[in-house]
C-alpha cells in the first residue's frame, strides 16, 4: 500500500505540472488560436492526464480529460476552430481537475454540478454527438511521457527488412508503424535506397525497410506483438539501446560515428579512415558511398532521440526534498567559514608551503558555494505564468481589457525567495488591475488605446533581482494620498512632503484610497503587508508614478538568502556587518563635516542634510570613542542615514547564520555570522535601526544590549 | 487513380487524383514509364491525392530513381494534406520530393 501511495503521490506532482502546462498552453492559444503547436501540446498533455488518471483508478479524471480531449482532437484535426468558450471551459476543467486531485489533503471537494456542466457545454461545442462516445485515440496503457518509477521505460531500436511480397500478403506497413508510435515517443526513418526504377519492377513489390527508434513502457513483448503477422516473412531486429553505454546519463551525447559503428552499418575502419580527414562525418560517409544517406538520416534521428532522452533522465533525477537542500547549504556556510578562517591563519603564519595549498582550497570553496547556491536558483517564469491567469480572470470580471507582458521570466532567484514573492506580487498586480488600468472608455477618453497593458519584467542587477510591475494606468492620485494620510492623522496637517514621500505612504499600515472596497483590492490591508514581506526579505520597493500615465513599482530582491556581500565595521570591542547593498559611501566625520549644519547628529553630504544614528548609542556601548569616527551612509527605504562606526575594516561574504529564538526581538538584528577568527559579527537590520533611533530610545537601548550580550556568550 | 500527363517546353507534368494505393499501382505503372521515357524533368501535381499507402509512395520513389537514371528529375509541385501525412507515416521526408539534392 506504501508502495502504491508513493506512486500516487509522484502521480499528482506530475499531474499538476501537466494542469500547469495546461494553463500556460491554452493562454497562449488564446493569444494565437493559429498556434498549431501549442494546440498540439495541449492535446498531448490531456491525453497524457487521461491516460495516467485511468492508470491510477482516477476514473472521474480520466472521464472528464476524455471530454475535452475529444473537443481537442477536432480542433486539432481543423474540424473545429478555438473560441472563447473553449478557452473558458478548459481554464475550469484545468481547475476541478485541480481539485479532484487534492480533494484529499485539501477537503474542498470538486463541485460535481460544476463538472456535468462543463461536460455538458464541451458536448455543446461538438458538432455531432456521437464523437464523444468514440474515443479519439486508445487510452495507453502506459503513457511514455508520463515517467512513472515502476514501469521502467526503455528505448529499443527496431529494425524491420521488409519482404517483397509484404505488400501482396495484405499488409500496410503504415499501419504497423501507427501501432509502434502508440507505444511511445517514436523516430520513423524509412530506407529507399534499394527501390528499383519503376520500368524494371512490379510496384506491387515492397522494397522499403524501416529504422525505428522507440522509447516505451510496454516492453519488448508489445512490440513483438505489433510484427506478429509479419515476422514469418520479414527480418525483425529489436534491440535495447538504452541499456548501451550510449544511454548512459553520464556519458558525453552520443557521437554520429558510434551509432552508426554500433548498428553496423559501417565498419570501425571506414570511421577511423574519415575521422582523419576532419569533416562532417555523415556529409562524408555517404559521399564516399559507404552508406546510404537514409541510413545516416536514420543514425542522426537516433542520435537526437538518444541526446533527448539524457537530457530527460536528468531532469528527472532533480527532484530533492528541500530540507536536504537546506543541510546542504548549512554545511557549505560552515565550510566557508572554516576556509576563511584557514586562509586567515595561512596569512598570518607566511608560510608559503601551506598558502599554496590554502589558496587551491579557497578556489575550491568559492567554486562549491556557487553551485551549491545555485541549485536553489529556479527561473521566476514559473511564478510569473500564474499572474497570466489572475489578470484575464480579474480583468473578465472588472470588465476591463488589460495584456499581461512578461520579460525575464528565465531570470533565476533563490527558491525560497521566489515562494515567499508570490503573495506580494499578486497583490501588486492586483492593484495595477483594479485601480491602476481603467476602463477601455475611459482610457479612450484619456487618449489611450483601450487595451491597458501590464508589464511583468525581472532583471539582474549586481547582487539583486529587480522585479517591475508597470501599468500605463492612470497613475496614483498624490494628492488624494496626502489628504487621506491627513485625515487619518498618519501625517501632521501642516507638513509639505516631496512626492517620493508622498508616494510611500501608501505603504503604511491601514492607508488605502479606494473609495469603495471592491472583491479584488482595496480592503486597506495589503502594501504594507506586502512592504513588510519585501522587507523580510531583505529587499526594497521602490515606486515612481505619473498622474495620468501610470504606475511603476521596483521590487529590488537580493539573490539568495544565505550569503550576502556585506560591509564589515568595528565599534567598541565588536564587529557589525552591514549589507552593501544598502550602502550608499563611507565617509570620514572630520570636524568640518559638523561646521555647516549647527547640530551634532546631522551632517552635510553634497548638500544634503544626512541625520547621523551611532551605533554605540544603539547598542549600549560605553567604552570611549575613538578621535576621529567614521559613517557609513545607507539608503533604507526612503531614507538616508550616517551609520557612526569607529572604523571600517572592509568588504565581507557574509554566511548568514540565524539567531536563536531568544533573540528574536532583537529589532537591530537580522543575523549572525561566525568571522575567519571564529569570532561572531552581528547583521545590522537597518530598517530595524532606525525604527529604534525614532522611537524610545533608552527602551530599546536596553533590550538591544541584553540580545547582545546574550549573542556572544 | 486518375493520371494526366500533360507537357510544356519538354517539362512533363503529372497530375494524379483519386487514391493512390496498392490497388491500383499496376495499373498506373505503364501511363508513368511512358512519360518518364521521354526525359527530362516531371513535375507531379499531387494536390488532389485522396488516400495514400506506402505502395502508393513507393511508386513515386520508383518514379523518382528512374527519372534520375535518365539524368531528370521528379519535383513535387503541389501536395494534399494526406499525401503530406501519409509521408510522414511511412517516416519518409518530405524534402524527398522537394529537390531532389535535398536528400543529401
Known sequence: MDGNDKHLETFRQEADELLGEIETVILLIEENPEDDDAINRLFRSVHTLKGSGGMFGLTDIANFSHGLESVLDKVRSKKLAISRELIDLTLAYRDQVGLMLHAGESGVAPDAARVEEIVTRLRALSPSSETMSDAPSPIPSAPAALSLPHGSVVTYRVRFNSHPSLFVTGTEPALLLDELRSLGECAVVAHFDDVPALEDTDPETCHLNWDIVLTTASGLDAIRDVFVFVEDICKIDIEDISSDAILDPDAPQPRLGDILVHRGDVAPADLHDQLNRQSRLGELLVESGRISSTKVISALSEQQTVARQQLATKNDSVRVPSDKLDALINLLGELVTNQARLSQIARNTGDMVLAVPVEEADRLTDELRDIVLNIRMMPIGTTFSRFKRLVRDLSGELDKQIELVTEGAETELDKTVIDRLADPLVHLIRNSIDHGVEHPDERIAAGKPAKGTIKLTAVHKGASVVISIIDDGKGLDKVAILKKAKEKGLVPPDVNLSDKEILALIFLPGFSTATKVTDVSGRGVGMDVVKREIDSLRGSIDIQSETGTGTRIDLALPLTLAIIEGLLVHVGEDRYVIPLSAIEECLELTADRFATTSARNMIQVRGTPVPLVRLRDIFGLTDPRPPLEQAVVVDVGQLRVGLVVDQVIGNHQTVIKSLGKLYRKADCISGATIMGDGNVALILDLAGIIRNAKSDEASAIIRNTEARRSALV | ?104
Do not use: W
Not at chain 2, 502508393?56 to 499525401?83: C, D, E, T, Y
Open chain 2, 1 to 104: 487513380m486518375k493520371i494526366t500527363a500533360s507537357q510544356t517546353d519538354g517539362v512533363s507534368s503529372i497530375k494524379i487524383e483519386g487514391d493512390l494505393v496498392i490497388g491500383g499501382v499496376a495499373e498506373a505503372k505503364p501511363e508513368l514509364v511512358a512519360v518518364l521515357a521521354q526525359g527530362g524533368d516531371v513535375f507531379l501535381d499531387l494536390s488532389e491525392v485522396g488516400g495514400c499507402d506506402t505502395a502508393g509512395i513507393q511508386l513515386l520513389l520508383m518514379a523518382r530513381i528512374s527519372a534520375k537514371s535518365r539524368g531528370g528529375k521528379i519535383s513535387v509541385i503541389a501536395q494534399s494534406p494526406s499525401f503530406r501525412t501519409a509521408l510522414e507515416r511511412v517516416g519518409i521526408s518530405a524534402r524527398c520530393f522537394e529537390d531532389e539534392e535535398g536528400t543529401h
